[in-house]
């Protein structure tokens, strides 16, 4: 279970860096001139930083609670199973 919330989250950072990328190639002339081009790419740049930032930040700490937090979902993933039969 934790190694796929690891790859769901990395593809999420990958999709997310992918989609900006191209929001900014698709939207290039469409900004008046070169003053609002850099604005926009600084705000992406930020956008991106702090999401992929927030992303390892999270990831750090599954590792660190993965035993607490995957042990409950087994537990009760078991539980369940019992349940029906």
Do not use: Q
């Not at 600084?42 to 991106?48: D, E, H, N």
């Not at 992303?55 to 009760?76: S, T, W």
């Amino acid at each position: 279970m934790h190694r796929r919330d690891v790859l769901v989250a990395w593809a999420f950072v990958i999709g997310l860096w992918c989609a900006i990328i191209f929001v900014a190639l698709a939207t290039w002339n469409l900004a008046p001139n070169s003053t609002a081009r850099m604005l926009l790419l600084i705000g992406g740049a930020v956008v991106l930083i702090f999401n992929t930032a927030a992303i390892l930040a999270m990831l750090r700490h599954y590792r660190e609670d993965r035993d607490f937090m995957y042990g409950l979902d087994i537990k009760y993933l078991d539980e369940a199973r019992g349940r029906r039969g």
